[in-house]
């Protein structure tokens, strides 16, 4: 079982920067795959980032290549996501997840977090 926390939503200016974060429990974070998926208002859930069990292989929607950055640190059971340059249009709820591998964490993840506001005034 693995229990994920998000923080670091809030408001912010268009072409600004918010780090989240996601807090694991359970003592096998670090066989995991984590990811981060995201929903505005109307929409459905979309997948954002993803990155694999050892940090080595990272995977991006096309809408956030060149501007999110998603990292782990295995010893504090966290796994971030930094967006920089946001834009209106990334205002949602984000939400961490996790699944046994890469391929799942981007489809189906197993785990959900309960997710964090982030708005993007223009």
């Known amino acids: 079982q693995v229990q994920l926390v998000e923080s670091g939503g809030g408001l912010v200016q268009a072409g600004g920067s918010l780090r989240l974060s996601c807090a694991a429990s359970?003592?096998?974070?670090?066989?995991?795959?984590m990811g981060w998926f995201r929903q505005a208002p109307g929409k459905k859930r979309e997948f954002v980032a993803a990155?694999?069990?050892?940090?080595?292989?990272?995977y991006y929607a096309d809408s956030v290549k060149d501007r999110f950055t998603i990292s782990r640190d295995n010893a504090k059971n966290t796994v971030y996501l930094q967006m920089n340059s946001l834009k209106p249009e990334d205002t949602a709820i984000y939400y961490c997840?996790?699944?046994?591998?890469?391929?799942?964490?981007?489809?189906?993840?197993?785990?959900w977090g309960q997710g964090t506001q982030v708005t993007v005034s223009s």
């Open positions: 997840a996790a699944a046994p591998n890469s391929a799942l964490v981007q489809k189906t993840p197993t785990y």
């Open positions: 359970g003592r096998t974070f670090n066989s995991y795959a």
């Open positions: 990155i694999s069990w050892s940090g080595s292989r990272t």
